[in-house]
């Protein structure tokens, strides 16, 4: 199952991490900058902005949602958390729909993921080193350190800053302007402070990656090939517009993984299935010439070439033949790409209860694993069986509370059951979760007059917790 919520390409705070080229072999210092040092913005607030940055980024459509890449990207993301240090907030894991290849790390605990990076990364190694290197600029606070250093030099608020970048995601070109002020004070300084920090997220993502239980060179490994193509001036290597290298940074790289316990790479099969996903569905290919090419070809990894070959024949409705590569892959029936490709199939072909009587044998045993619980809840809604999708929803939005693709579908299954009041509430959290506050208090106003006893009671607390997100918003985007 996938969704796209309104494709729009931004590039925000990956532009602060410019670094220089220019350092002498014999020369390098790498600082312990360690998390101090964000004198003014606590930990918690870097949460609070964390969560404004996600509100906006739905609320612009930066967000592709496809449930089985979300579920794959936060595996790997997590698992690379969970040997990190300096964690101080949850980490969460989003898809753009961007081809270029390239990740970016936002305040408070949030990552984008550009599709492109698993169109251009060979392994999951590979992959996973970009997102080992965006956690580590989180876990040292660069972002919070780099905004807070701006408004010190240049008497301007943190606020101010981040409202501009913020602007910036909303309405990119006049976000640009507004950011130039803050931009030109940033000049000489922000080159020398960021390119300690491109050295310190690589030297700690290096660890994280190695206590992950990745091969540590994959980084190295990554930065040699694109290293190779630095010369090259094409928009598909946003990586290195963002995250320049020299060969004193891929030396280093080298060097630190070399000695570091040798790994062979990974050889999960998700990966592979992310990638062909990513190559049908997301970089614009052509697709006939892309299926005979796969066609007459042995030279490709099993997975990857049943996967990609039955999602082509399945966008072309050809649902026999798409079943035919899946049942290549028949050792992998419960695997999260192959049951979604299936729910598909089924549900295009109007066999919805064989779709459910699947589902709800994995939801069994992964009732938090968003591509089972989002296609059991849509086999639900196609069944017209609005009741069991909201049970299945609410039991993952008690987990996972800003999954707004979630959120609408509860409002579907309230819908079908006739329930207008809670169908507004939702509706209106939903939106709140976009920052759309106008369709949200239109939502709890209808609200206020649909609903009765309790329930009243809970759109009326919904308007006040709203309307402080709203406040805390507009102060935040107020320029000083």
């Known amino acids: 199952m996938k969704r796209s919520i309104k494709k729009n390409l931004y590039s925000l705070i990956c532009a602060i991490f410019i670094t220089s080229a220019a350092l002498a072999a014999d020369n390098i210092f790498i600082p312990e900058m360690g998390t101090a040092g964000a004198r003014g913005m606590t930990v918690q607030t870097e949460r609070l902005y964390g969560e404004y940055f996600m509100r906006k980024a739905r609320g612009a459509g930066i967000i592709s949602y496809d449930p089985v890449m979300t579920e794959f990207i936060n595996s790997v993301g997590q698992k690379l958390v969970l040997n990190a240090n300096n964690v101080y907030f949850p980490y969460e894991f989003f898809l753009s729909a961007d081809p270029s290849l390239n990740a970016a790390a936002f305040l408070g605990g949030k990552v984008q993921v550009n599709a492109g990076l698993f169109h251009y990364t060979d392994n999951e190694d590979e992959f996973a080193s970009v997102l080992a290197h965006e956690i580590s600029h989180i876990t040292q606070r660069h972002i919070a350190r780099f905004i807070e250093e701006q408004s010190d030099r240049g008497a301007i608020s943190i606020a101010s800053i981040i409202g501009s970048i913020a602007l910036a995601i909303i309405n990119p070109t006049v976000g640009a302007a507004a950011f ?14 960021t390119r300690d920090n491109e050295y310190e997220a690589d030297r700690i993502g290096i660890s994280v990656l190695d206590k992950a239980g990745y091969n540590p060179m994959a980084m190295s490994t990554l930065f040699k090939k694109l290293f190779s193509m630095q010369g090259n001036i094409n928009s598909a290597y946003a990586l290195l517009i963002d995250h320049p290298l020299s060969e004193i940074r891929v030396a280093e790289a080298y060097n630190r993984a070399k000695n570091l316990p040798k790994r062979k790479n990974s050889t999960d099969p998700n990966f592979m299935f992310a990638k062909a996903r990513v190559d049908v569905r997301y970089m614009n290919l052509k697709l006939n010439e892309f299926k005979e090419r796969l066609q007459n070809t042995e030279k490709v990894n099993k997975y990857y070439k049943n996967y990609a070959l039955a999602l082509i024949y399945y966008g072309e409705k050809n649902y026999s033949k798409a079943k035919e590569y899946l049942e290549n892959l028949s050792s992998m029936a419960s695997n999260d790409f192959i049951v979604d490709l299936y729910t598909d199939i089924d549900l295009e072909s109007g066999n919805t209860s064989s779709a459910i009587s699947r589902l709800r044998v994995l939801y069994s045993k992964k009732p938090y694993d968003s591509a089972i619980t989002i ?38 299954s309230f819908l079908q059951q006739k329930n207008k009041c809670q169908a507004l509430i939702t509706n209106a959290q939903t939106m ?36 402080s997100q709203k406040d805390f918003d507009e102060k935040l985007e107020k320029r000083r």
Do not use: W
């Not at 709890?444 to 609903?451: E, P, S, V």
């Open 180 to 193: 130039s002020t803050s931009a030109g004070l940033m000049a000489q300084t922000g080159i020398n402070f």
């Open 375 to 412: 296609n059991l809840a849509n086999a639900y809604l196609k069944a017209r069986e609005g009741k069991q999708a909201q049970q299945v929803l609410e039991k993952f939005l008690q987990k996972y509370p800003n999954d707004s693709f979630a959120s609408e579908m509860l409002t579907e």
């Open 432 to 467: 709140a979760m976009k920052s759309d506050y106008t369709r949200a208090f239109n939502s709890l106003n209808d609200a206020m007059h649909t609903c009765k006893g309790s329930y009243s009671q809970i759109a009326r607390a919904q308007y006040s917790k709203i309307s």
